[in-house]
Protein backbone atom coordinates (compact mmCIF):
# COMPACT_ATOMS: atom_id res chain seq x y z
CA UNK A 1 0.00 0.00 0.00
CA UNK A 2 2.94 2.84 0.66
CA UNK A 3 4.07 1.82 -2.64
CA UNK A 4 0.95 2.97 -4.29
CA UNK A 5 0.67 5.61 -2.43
CA UNK A 6 4.80 7.51 -2.96
CA UNK A 7 4.84 6.48 -6.42
CA UNK A 8 2.43 9.12 -7.45
CA UNK A 9 3.79 11.59 -4.63
CA UNK A 10 6.76 11.00 -6.35
CA UNK A 11 5.35 12.35 -9.68
CA UNK A 12 3.44 15.27 -8.21
CA UNK A 13 7.33 15.86 -6.96
CA UNK A 14 8.77 15.73 -10.01
CA UNK A 15 6.67 17.60 -11.72
CA UNK A 16 6.19 20.41 -9.36
CA UNK A 17 9.83 20.67 -9.60
CA UNK A 18 9.54 21.24 -13.44
CA UNK A 19 6.68 23.78 -13.19
CA UNK A 20 8.40 25.56 -10.59
CA UNK A 21 11.06 26.26 -13.23
CA UNK A 22 9.33 26.87 -15.60
CA UNK A 23 7.29 29.42 -14.21
CA UNK A 24 10.46 31.37 -12.77
CA UNK A 25 11.83 30.71 -16.43
CA UNK A 26 8.74 32.27 -18.78
CA UNK A 27 7.26 34.91 -15.99
CA UNK A 28 4.48 35.34 -13.95
CA UNK A 29 0.71 35.55 -14.65
CA UNK A 30 -2.09 37.37 -12.72
CA UNK A 31 -2.25 36.68 -9.83
CA UNK A 32 -5.20 34.78 -8.35
CA UNK A 33 -7.11 34.00 -11.31
CA UNK A 34 -7.44 31.05 -14.00
CA UNK A 35 -7.73 27.52 -14.72
CA UNK A 36 -5.65 25.01 -12.52
CA UNK A 37 -5.55 21.36 -12.48
CA UNK A 38 -3.60 18.72 -9.76
CA UNK A 39 -3.56 15.58 -8.64
CA UNK A 40 -3.52 14.27 -4.87
CA UNK A 41 -2.79 11.03 -3.15
CA UNK A 42 -2.85 9.63 0.45
CA UNK A 43 -4.96 7.93 2.68
CA UNK A 44 -9.02 6.84 2.92
CA UNK A 45 -11.08 5.67 6.03
CA UNK A 46 -14.34 4.28 4.98
CA UNK A 47 -16.79 3.45 8.40
CA UNK A 48 -19.06 0.60 6.53
CA UNK A 49 -22.18 -0.76 8.12
CA UNK A 50 -20.97 -4.34 8.03
CA UNK A 51 -25.23 -5.22 8.63
CA UNK A 52 -25.04 -9.13 9.02
CA UNK A 53 -21.16 -9.68 9.30
CA UNK A 54 -19.77 -8.81 12.57
CA UNK A 55 -15.83 -9.47 12.79
CA UNK A 56 -12.60 -7.31 12.26
CA UNK A 57 -12.87 -4.47 9.45
CA UNK A 58 -10.66 -3.01 7.20
CA UNK A 59 -11.43 0.36 6.89
CA UNK A 60 -8.44 1.80 5.17
CA UNK A 61 -6.75 2.01 2.18
CA UNK A 62 -4.51 4.48 -0.61
CA UNK A 63 -6.72 6.65 -2.38
CA UNK A 64 -6.05 9.04 -5.14
CA UNK A 65 -7.71 11.91 -6.96
CA UNK A 66 -7.31 14.32 -9.85
CA UNK A 67 -8.82 17.54 -10.24
CA UNK A 68 -9.01 20.84 -11.85
CA UNK A 69 -11.01 24.01 -11.45
CA UNK A 70 -11.07 27.82 -12.36
CA UNK A 71 -9.74 30.27 -10.05
CA UNK A 72 -12.05 33.37 -10.12
CA UNK A 73 -10.04 35.45 -8.02
CA UNK A 74 -7.81 34.28 -4.71
CA UNK A 75 -10.77 34.04 -2.76
CA UNK A 76 -13.33 31.99 -4.91
CA UNK A 77 -12.91 29.30 -7.43
CA UNK A 78 -15.09 26.49 -9.11
CA UNK A 79 -13.37 22.46 -8.84
CA UNK A 80 -14.33 19.20 -10.19
CA UNK A 81 -12.65 16.37 -10.46
CA UNK A 82 -12.47 12.00 -9.98
CA UNK A 83 -11.80 10.37 -6.45
CA UNK A 84 -11.15 7.02 -6.63
CA UNK A 85 -11.76 6.57 -2.71
CA UNK A 86 -9.93 2.87 -2.20
CA UNK A 87 -11.37 -0.63 -0.69
CA UNK A 88 -12.68 -1.39 2.85
CA UNK A 89 -13.62 -4.58 3.87
CA UNK A 90 -15.63 -6.50 6.69
CA UNK A 91 -15.36 -10.16 7.84
CA UNK A 92 -16.52 -12.57 10.68
CA UNK A 93 -18.13 -15.65 11.21
CA UNK A 94 -21.47 -14.39 9.34
CA UNK A 95 -19.28 -14.15 6.12
CA UNK A 96 -17.40 -11.19 4.79
CA UNK A 97 -17.83 -8.72 2.21
CA UNK A 98 -15.88 -5.80 0.73
CA UNK A 99 -16.55 -2.48 -1.06
CA UNK A 100 -14.69 -0.53 -3.70
CA UNK A 101 -16.14 3.30 -4.48
CA UNK A 102 -14.91 6.09 -6.56
CA UNK A 103 -16.48 9.49 -7.19
CA UNK A 104 -17.37 12.17 -9.57
CA UNK A 105 -17.29 15.44 -8.11
CA UNK A 106 -17.99 19.54 -8.52
CA UNK A 107 -18.15 22.17 -5.72
CA UNK A 108 -17.10 26.07 -4.29
CA UNK A 109 -13.97 26.31 -3.02
CA UNK A 110 -13.56 29.25 -0.64
CA UNK A 111 -9.82 30.44 0.25
CA UNK A 112 -8.75 32.41 2.73
CA UNK A 113 -5.36 33.83 2.43
CA UNK A 114 -2.77 33.55 5.83
CA UNK A 115 -0.01 35.32 4.42
CA UNK A 116 1.32 36.02 1.17
CA UNK A 117 1.64 32.18 0.52
CA UNK A 118 -0.45 30.01 2.73
CA UNK A 119 -4.29 29.75 2.35
CA UNK A 120 -6.86 27.81 4.60
CA UNK A 121 -9.14 26.32 2.52
CA UNK A 122 -12.99 25.13 2.38
CA UNK A 123 -15.00 22.49 -0.39
CA UNK A 124 -18.40 22.63 -0.64
CA UNK A 125 -20.06 20.64 -3.38
CA UNK A 126 -22.25 17.72 -4.34
CA UNK A 127 -20.76 13.92 -5.68
CA UNK A 128 -21.75 11.06 -7.70
CA UNK A 129 -20.21 7.82 -6.13
CA UNK A 130 -20.44 4.63 -7.46
CA UNK A 131 -19.79 1.45 -5.32
CA UNK A 132 -18.81 -1.89 -6.08
CA UNK A 133 -19.77 -4.50 -3.58
CA UNK A 134 -19.23 -8.44 -2.97
CA UNK A 135 -19.16 -11.15 -0.36
CA UNK A 136 -21.02 -13.85 1.13
CA UNK A 137 -23.45 -13.60 4.52
CA UNK A 138 -24.82 -16.21 6.16
CA UNK A 139 -23.98 -18.57 3.23
CA UNK A 140 -25.67 -16.52 0.38
CA UNK A 141 -23.29 -14.74 -2.33
CA UNK A 142 -23.69 -10.97 -3.18
CA UNK A 143 -22.65 -8.81 -5.74
CA UNK A 144 -23.67 -5.86 -7.42
CA UNK A 145 -23.01 -2.01 -7.85
CA UNK A 146 -24.60 1.05 -5.98
CA UNK A 147 -25.04 5.03 -6.90
CA UNK A 148 -25.52 7.65 -4.87
CA UNK A 149 -25.82 11.45 -5.14
CA UNK A 150 -25.38 13.63 -2.16
CA UNK A 151 -23.25 16.59 -0.82
CA UNK A 152 -19.33 16.40 -0.04
CA UNK A 153 -17.49 18.91 1.88
CA UNK A 154 -13.69 19.25 3.21
CA UNK A 155 -11.36 21.27 4.66
CA UNK A 156 -7.39 21.88 3.64
CA UNK A 157 -4.15 24.16 3.23
CA UNK A 158 -2.41 25.60 0.49
CA UNK A 159 0.97 26.44 0.03
CA UNK A 160 1.87 28.70 -3.45
CA UNK A 161 5.54 27.79 -3.67
CA UNK A 162 5.13 30.31 -7.09
CA UNK A 163 2.32 31.84 -8.85
CA UNK A 164 1.75 29.11 -10.71
CA UNK A 165 2.32 25.73 -8.64
CA UNK A 166 1.33 24.70 -5.19
CA UNK A 167 1.31 22.18 -3.12
CA UNK A 168 -2.18 21.07 -1.10
CA UNK A 169 -3.27 19.18 1.97
CA UNK A 170 -6.84 18.09 1.42
CA UNK A 171 -9.12 16.53 4.10
CA UNK A 172 -12.86 15.81 1.93
CA UNK A 173 -15.62 13.33 2.88
CA UNK A 174 -18.09 11.55 0.76
CA UNK A 175 -21.17 9.70 1.52
CA UNK A 176 -21.29 6.14 -0.52
CA UNK A 177 -24.53 3.82 -0.34
CA UNK A 178 -24.50 0.23 -0.44
CA UNK A 179 -27.36 -1.57 0.50
CA UNK A 180 -25.40 -4.82 1.03
CA UNK A 181 -24.41 -2.68 4.41
CA UNK A 182 -27.40 -1.79 6.00
CA UNK A 183 -27.15 1.51 4.02
CA UNK A 184 -24.91 4.70 3.51
CA UNK A 185 -21.57 5.06 5.12
CA UNK A 186 -19.04 8.23 5.29
CA UNK A 187 -15.61 7.83 3.50
CA UNK A 188 -13.29 10.74 4.24
CA UNK A 189 -10.12 11.14 2.60
CA UNK A 190 -6.42 12.73 3.62
CA UNK A 191 -4.65 13.55 0.24
CA UNK A 192 -1.41 15.87 0.16
CA UNK A 193 -1.09 16.83 -3.49
CA UNK A 194 0.23 19.66 -6.39
CA UNK A 195 -1.85 21.99 -7.73
CA UNK A 196 -0.67 23.91 -11.20
CA UNK A 197 -1.68 27.04 -13.13
CA UNK A 198 -2.17 27.28 -16.81
Keep these: MLKRIMTPLLIAASLTASAGAYAQAQGSQAAGTGFYGGLGAGIGRTDLDGSGVAGSTDKRDSVWKLF??????????????YVNMGK??????????????????????GSLPLGSQFAFTGKLGVARTSTDSSGVVNGVPFAGTQHNTAPTYGLGLRYDLTQTVALRGDWDRYRIKDSSFGGKSDSDLFTVGAQFKF
Design 88 to 109: SSVAGPGGFASADSNAWQIGAV
Design 68 to 81: GGYQFNRNIAIEGG
